[in-house]
């Protein structure tokens, strides 16, 4: 026999308060009480007779009706509870107060909705007829006993705060418990939940579009607050800014921002009541807040790195990692993913991480770190590519060497074209160098650092007809801006437009004008004796030598189409370059230039003083205590040609092929492998006459027996040209041979391909193929061979 079940002690309490409820309302003695809606969705009372029906109204106490708040606050239910009073009592108060009937049309507005909402709740705060607890009224218990707020409940009906009811505590509380009013409240709960989940996408978007845009985010800490939100002089960064913008054309957004303003206002105010210096929110969540935006973009990142986490998988990829200080002194570093996805190569940035020591040991465990909480396996690392610090390259101490330890066979790739410049760096470290590329930078300063001058450089180059194409400024040399001394250099002293005769005579207007201060006038005078000098033209024409040489070599290292192997030959190509540079014709075009300029200045209205030098000062040798205008009989001429041709000349070319060569000589080996698995090599391939050492490089990393690697690569440079061929010439062939079962066996590979009679590489290939206007060589280029094998 089942035991019944026992009943608990909130559920006795209800059933208690229900039986009493219940035998005061069918006491006769007392008026009923009744609870209802009748088909035409108005409030009725349940009496006996016609007569106290007639003399009888109700005052309600309601939520919303389900159809009434569609797009703000979705649906909420209706309910009442009802009261006996006099019938002209209710109509001379309705008349009087204009109170309408709690029940909203069907095809009621939005607007009429949200209006029926601010009426309510309608709750006296003075009865004088009731000795009714209003506190109780108004408010019920939760589990812990603390007070909530009956936001639902309206009383109506109320003239000159006088009512007429009786057991109205039961009534409220039968209420609460009722299916229609638990309805209700999860109606309301479903529309507020909605309505902050609206606001919440705005605010994704708002982020999104302002990390799409590089754009910060935040503004001066003492203007951040919502209470100042209306004022109109006050700039909140732009996150707030784009928040207040939206909701100017969202009504949800306006309504809810409206309210987290007021509920600023309010909390602002009591802490200055009580004193209180509080930077922060509190406890108010307005889901605005910076607390709120650095929530949203942790979530976006943790969202980005688990997609780039599942496309990779537990494949091989390779990464790149470098470090900068920000401007808050802190050292961050950069980790970026390169992986396959399906056909495509895929770069990701995945982590922006603080370095707190550059050492290579502590850089491979903040990556071994990271990597392990993203549960990345370390040992599919096959290629890495930094810097040439020696934290990063270092064959012992190196980020390079830990992560051998990881995977033997990873390979350490130093960017190509960064070598390249930093070998043009290193021929730019001996004196006559410093002194030209320092009194360029210094060029550019003089003329931005004042509006003045400014103003007299723009004037010269239009009255010289310098430049008028485009008003040109003078480049400004960066440490790490390697091309800028290209640029600074060309634009002064190369081709016939070059700004040469518009610095000149700038300086000598400022030289010998009264608007400027003695300070400027001395430095003028300076710069413009220096740029006179054949010494700097010397330099300079060697330098646009070398810039020359090595400049096509630079662009081509950076071009997105790279062939690795083209690359490699310009760079010995070019060293080559640099060793026939002849010193007898740079001196032969600087004396030129010099005569050019000359010739150019008697035109000028400029100083009968400036004269270019088209040749170098004799240099005479002494002994250090003899006196100088005194000549000694073992005192010899140093031909000062001679002198700069072996200090600058063949210090400057010998510097820049010492350091081609010695940054230049990693990976050569796998260089050349790669070279035989592009289709335009496929001949040695078939012909059977590789190098004996031809592959063995990429056998020992993919793990791949070397014979069966270069038997692989013969069998497939055979069938090659026939695989990528068109489709309308392999299904021509097809046709002529009548062959219809090869043609069947074979139809879907060959519709997969190309539709529009190009090369099948072309289209499936890679991005640059599509992208490149018929330039792209498919045949040089390993992407769209991978996507061929791959399809």
Excluded at 250 to 272: E, F, G, T, V, W
Aim: charged share 25%.
């Amino acid at each position: 026999m089942m035991k019944k079940k026992l009943k608990g002690g909130a559920e006795k309490l209800r059933l208690k308060k229900m039986i009493n409820f219940k035998a005061v309302a069918n006491d006769p003695k007392q008026k009923k009480i009744e609870f209802g809606l009748d088909r035409s969705n108005k409030v009725f009372v349940d009496d006996c007779s016609t007569q106290q029906k007639q003399q009888s109204c109700s005052v309600k106490t309601v939520e919303n009706n389900p159809s009434m708040y569609s797009t703000a606050k979705n649906q909420t239910e209706q309910s009442s509870v009802s009261c006996s009073f006099s019938l002209p009592e209710v109509e001379e108060h309705i008349a009087a107060e204009k109170i309408y009937s709690f029940v909203i049309p069907k095809k009621s507005s939005i607007n009429q909705k949200m209006d029926f909402m601010k009426q309510h709740p309608c709750q006296p705060t003075v009865l004088h007829n009731v000795s009714w607890s209003l506190f109780k009224l108004y408010n019920r218990e939760d589990q812990r006993g603390k007070p909530i707020l009956r936001k639902w409940l309206t009383l109506q009906c109320v003239k000159n705060n006088e009512v007429k009811a009786l057991n109205i505590y039961a009534a409220v509380e039968s209420h609460e418990i009722s299916k229609v009013h638990i309805c209700a409240v999860e109606s309301y709960v479903k529309a507020s939940i909605e309505e902050r989940i609206h606001v919440l996408k705005q605010v994704f978007e708002i982020i999104k579009f302002l990390g799409k845009q590089n754009l910060p985010y935040r503004g001066t800490g003492d203007t951040e607050g919502l209470y100042k939100m209306n004022d109109v002089n006050i700039n909140r960064g732009n996150f707030l800014e784009l928040l207040k913008f939206t909701a100017e054309r969202d009504a949800i957004l306006r309504q809810y921002l409206d309210n987290a303003i007021l509920s600023s206002k309010k909390r602002k105010l009591n802490m200055d009541q009580r004193q209180k210096n509080s930077k922060g929110r509190g406890s108010l969540v307005t889901l605005v807040s910076k607390t709120t935006v650095n929530k949203v973009i942790e979530g976006i990142l943790e969202t980005m790195r688990k997609h780039i986490r599942e496309e990779m998988g537990d494949q091989h990829f390779s990464i790149q990692f470098d470090s900068t200080q920000d401007i808050g002194a802190t050292d961050q570093a950069t980790i970026c993913l390169r992986y396959l996805n399906n056909t495509d190569i895929k770069e990701r940035l995945f982590a922006v991480i603080k370095v707190e020591d550059s050492a290579g040991k502590s850089l491979y465990e903040l990556l071994k770190t990271c990597f392990d909480k993203h549960n990345i396996n370390f040992k599919n690392v096959i290629g890495e590519s930094f810097d040439g610090a020696s934290n990063m390259r270092g064959e012992f101490n190196g980020l390079q060497s830990f992560i051998k330890q990881q995977n033997e066979n990873s390979i350490y790739v130093w960017c190509y074209a960064h070598i390249l410049n930093l070998c043009i760096c290193d021929t730019c470290d001996n004196l006559a160098a410093k002194n030209l590329f320092g009194f360029l930078n210094r060029l550019s300063t003089f003329f931005s650092d004042s509006y003045k001058r400014m103003d007299i450089w723009k004037k010269n180059q239009e009255n010289l007809g310098v430049g008028v194409k485009k008003l040109r400024k003078l480049q400004k040399i960066g440490e790490t801006r390697w091309w800028s001394r290209e640029k600074a250099l060309k634009w002064v002293f190369d081709g016939e437009d070059c700004l040469y005769p518009t610095i000149v005579s700038a300086l000598d207007f400022i030289c010998s004008s009264k608007k400027f201060d003695q300070k400027s006038i001395y430095e003028a005078t300076s710069l413009k004796n220096k740029l006179c000098e054949f010494q700097v033209i010397l330099t300079a024409h060697l330098f646009i030598k070398v810039f020359d040489s090595a400049g096509p070599t630079s662009s081509y290292l950076q071009s997105s189409n790279l062939d690795i192997l083209a690359g490699w030959l310009m760079v010995e190509n070019t060293i080559d370059e640099i060793g026939k540079i002849n010193f007898d014709t740079i001196v032969v075009e600087a004396e030129k230039f010099s005569q050019n300029m000359n010739d150019k200045f008697t035109n000028f209205e400029l100083n009968d003083s400036i004269v270019v030098e088209d040749k170098l000062p004799l240099i005479r040798s002494r002994h250090k205590k003899r006196n100088y205008d005194e000549m000694c009989s073992d005192e010899h001429i140093i031909n000062p040609i001679d002198k700069f041709r072996v200090e600058v000349f063949q210090c400057t070319i010998d510097q820049l092929r010492s350091s081609f060569i010695q940054r230049f000589s990693s990976n050569r080996e796998i260089i050349a492998d790669i070279q035989y698995l592009l289709p335009k090599n496929f001949q040695y391939a078939k012909d059977n006459s590789l190098p004996e050492s031809a592959l063995k490089i990429l056998s020992k990393l993919s793990s791949i027996n070397h014979q069966k690697l270069v038997s692989e690569l013969n069998h497939f440079s055979k069938i090659y040209d026939n695989i990528a061929k068109p489709l309308n010439s392999n299904t021509s062939k097809m046709y002529n041979d009548d062959d219809d079962d090869m043609f069947q066996d074979n139809e879907e590979f060959f519709l997969d391909w190309d539709k529009n009679d190009e090369m099948n590489l072309e289209v499936k290939g890679c991005e640059k193929s599509k992208t490149s206007n018929n330039n792209h060589n498919t045949k040089s280029c390993l992407i769209c061979l991978q996507k061929l094998i791959t399809n």
